[in-house]
């Protein structure tokens, strides 16, 4: 056991160093650190930058156009990235879509669809929940009939996150009712979000921005080709996927990022104020969070170390998803109380590029704690709630 | 970064796991418990054979040259068995003061025979007014020719009741509280002027309160440097903390297993407990604090600092976990198993007995996120 980076680990996080250094445009800097919403064309111009380096499908296999880097190697890269708040890859199409592609998908389906998601050409998005199908996915109720060379596809499905930027939505649907498990009916279906009778409507979200949307479809038309892997079998991926998403749910270098920022902040005196670390109930929150964070990412190196021994990652991520997310809430509220009053403007208009400073509400971020406060409540509801992901250690873990 | 431990790591860990399994079942520990020592010498001595009591010396003081990595492996075995030999107060606590500062002449008397299991030893690292801060010291050494005369309390000095050798922090200058002014002496606890009143503690283990009245000693029992003993003590009590935590863990996990195969087996309301949900979730939380903990132990014990406040703040930090997320895998053991996991009869009730003790030994985990926040500004 050693916790030491090797002199070739630390030729690569110098080189990834570098490469922030040097790569990353300063108005895409000024936008993430000064809490302005990157547009799709800020976010695919820096996924382009990163895929340009080779940099992008940091977990595909080589064969395809991924790094091959070995866990710590991932882990250098996603702590260098947080820690010049770089833009977040949208997971969607790289690391949601593409795994199954690239492990369940015909031949025809890989040449076709992962070059677009490496070059960032095309944006997907997912369609998994439905109005009626929350934790309880297995009940989803949109439908995929065969007709000739297509499916016709009916349904309805929700949260569906920055549809209304994608291209195309992978998708969960019913093929069968007529099965002894509802989880054998189903299919994984890939849908192009311009075909007649798609439709795409905005959910609101609880601090007021379009996040989320419905996506309805009406007698929508899908090739049969489009179908990937066999019919009936999509459970089986989209629990695959999950597990990829859950793992990536951690966070864990993002959350280093944002425990080091409050404490800046918590040291500094603003508005004449003392400085918050000063508060010995401020420091112990901090100190709880700052060990609790700590704890999950050595549970994340351990996860990395036994994926990179052949397994793929099991239920354990689930363990990885709860705590990552409960610190992140944590720390979400740690930068309300800090902002104090400040905390309560609604000013969402202050979020734009070179907005006047005389003009601004509170200083720095501080208005902004709350949205996001709020905002990533969802954390601990996606990706399988919190409770779902207990449901599923209980089961395949514990073996209750 | 590598998480794997080596192939002789994992035969120490294996021959205390094996030793457990086959020679110190709970109803065996039960009985030495109970006995009048409060442990088994004959199994003590074949600790010193095994030559676990050698493993964190060097080759040069007679040991095995481990560290940290296998006090871990072998303290999660001990608790696993709630092994009630006095490992820690010997090889760990009085171990730990004598290999750092001893002199050659001194370590053939005292550490040689301690590590083949012939000579008891304890270090008395807390005093009553003291509460978990271990530099808050009354005890005093005033010079007396050539040599000292110790006057004041100790408290809770495990092993204290057996131990043939006493190491004794006390001030030979200072303010009360001071890191500053405290020296360390080894003395025979048979010494005149020392009264000692031995208790078992809730957890079965061994202590001793202690009273020293005008112990005269001489120059030869100075152990280091006159006032500078502070950082030694401090280094071999936070190994403790270290060892103790590991302990923890293999009560933990022990406990968190126990319960979730009880409740696999226990039937009301015509099914198993443990289909209920609420308890579910309850052991899922209980598997989340010991999959935590462990990886909290094992950044503190793979952490080369080579700042003390780093080292200190790991500890802290691990020892904060057990005391919280710990005493809870503990609580919910008892709980799930219902009225059993309040009998004596019950090994649970035992398990939970220990962890509670380790929450308090060594300071508690409020002590812990102070000293933790402290190391960090």
Partial sequence: MNVNLTDDEIAFRDEVREFFAEKYPADLRQKQDEGV????????????????????????????????????????FANEMAAVNAPIIVPFGVSMVAPVIYTFGSEEQKQRFLPDILASNVWWCQGYSEPGSGSDLASLKTKAERDGDHYIVNGTKTWTTLGHL???????????????????????????????????????????SREVNEVHFDNVHVPLENLVGEEGKGWTYGKVLLQHERTNTAGVARSKYRLDDLKQ?????????????????????????????KALEYTDLRTLAAVATGKAPGPESSILKIKGTEIQQSLDALFVEAAGYYALPFVPEQYVVDFPEEDRIGHGL??????????????????????????????????? | MDFSISEEQSMLADSVSRFIKND????????????????????????????????PFSEEDGGLGGGPIELMLMMEQFGRGLVVEPFLANVVLAGGVLRRVADAGQKSRWLTPMIEGNLQIALAFAEPQGRFNIADLKTTATINGEGFVLNGSKTCVLNG???????????????????????????????????????????AHQAADITLRDVKIDAGAILGTVGEGFATFQEAVDEATLAVCAEAIGIMRTMHDKTVEYSKNRVQFGVPIGSFQALQHRMVDTLMACEQSQSLMMWA????????????????????????????????GVQIHGGMGVTWELDIAHYFKRLTAIDLLFGNADFHLDRYIRCSS
Wanted: aromatic share 10%.
């Fill in chain 1, 265 to 293: 902040k918590a040291a500094q005196s603003i508005h004449d104020a003392a400085p918050l670390i000063n508060d010995r109930n401020f420091a112990r929150k901090i100190a709880v969070i700052e060990i609790e964070l």
């Fill in chain 1, 366 to 400: 501080e208005t902004r704690t709350s949205l996001r406060y709020f905002n990533n409540r969802k954390a601990t509801i996606y990706a399988g709630s919190n409770e779902i992901q207990k449901n599923i250690i209980a089961k395949h873990v514990l073996g209750l």
């Fill in chain 2, 301 to 332: 014990v793979m952490l080369n600092a080579a700042d003390d406040a780093d080292r200190q703040q790991a500890v802290s930090a691990i020892k904060y976990q057990i005391g919280t997320a710990g005493i809870n895998v503990a609580r919910e």
């Fill in chain 2, 161 to 203: 009741g057996s131990a043939e050798l006493l190491i004794i922090p006390a001030r030979t200058s200072g303010e009360q509280a001071a890191e500053e002014g405290i020296t360390l002496f080894a003395i025979a606890a048979d010494s005149s002027g020392i009264v000692r009143r031995p208790y078992a503690t809730v957890d």
């Fill in chain 1, 166 to 208: 994608a291209d195309w939505i992978f998708c969960l649907v019913r093929t069968s009712s007529d099965v002894a498990r509802r989880q054998e009916g189903i299919s994984f279906l890939l849908i192009d979000m311009t075909t007649p009778g798609v439709s795409v409507k905005p959910i609101i979200t609880i601090e007021g």
């Fill in chain 2, 24 to 55: 110190y079942d709970f109803e065996r520990r039960q009985k030495i418990a109970a006995s009048a020592d409060g442990f088994s010498m004959e199994l003590w001595r074949t600790f010193a054979e095994l030559g676990w009591t050698a493993v």
């Fill in chain 1, 37 to 76: 919403t990157l547009d799709r064309e800020d976010t695919i111009r820096w996924q382009k930058l990163l895929n340009d380096r080779g940099w992008f499908a940091v977990n595909w296999p080589e064969e395809y156009g991924g790094t091959g880097w070995s866990s710590i190697q991932k882990y250098i």
